[in-house]
Nanobody, 119 residues
């Protein structure tokens, strides 16, 4: 099992910045992708950004140029730097880790952290 512990959410005014962190512990395997998803009220959970162990990144179009995902492999931690925040960025942000071992994929989720952007 893998545990994901998130931190860094909160309330911020539009145009402000927040930094989310997610630390993984437990049965860590080297082949993995970590990412952030978000879910707004009444909407489906959507991918915000993801990053491979090698540093390849993928972003939702809505956050390109404003959010930056990064990771520290030594600490098994992924970060999401969010700038120029908009009210539509409001939601619960979930850390995700997909990892593979012997051809089998496992998916893990954090408990979620609330991000609220006021206009």
């Amino acid at each position: 099992q893998v545990q994901l512990v998130e931190s860094g959410g909160g309330l911020v005014q539009a145009g402000g910045s927040l930094r989310l962190s997610c630390a993984a512990s437990g049965s860590i395997f080297s082949i993995n992708v970590m990412g952030w998803y978000r879910q707004a009220p009444g909407k489906q959970r959507e991918l915000v950004a993801s990053i491979t162990r090698g540093g390849s990144t993928n972003y939702a179009d809505s956050v390109k140029g404003r959010f930056t995902i990064s990771r520290d492999n030594a600490k098994n931690t992924v970060y999401l730097q969010m700038t120029s925040l908009k009210p539509e960025d409001t939601g619960v942000y979930y850390c995700n880790r997909d990892q593979w071992y012997s051809g089998s994929k496992s998916v893990y989720w954090g408990q979620g952290t609330q991000v609220t952007v006021s206009s």
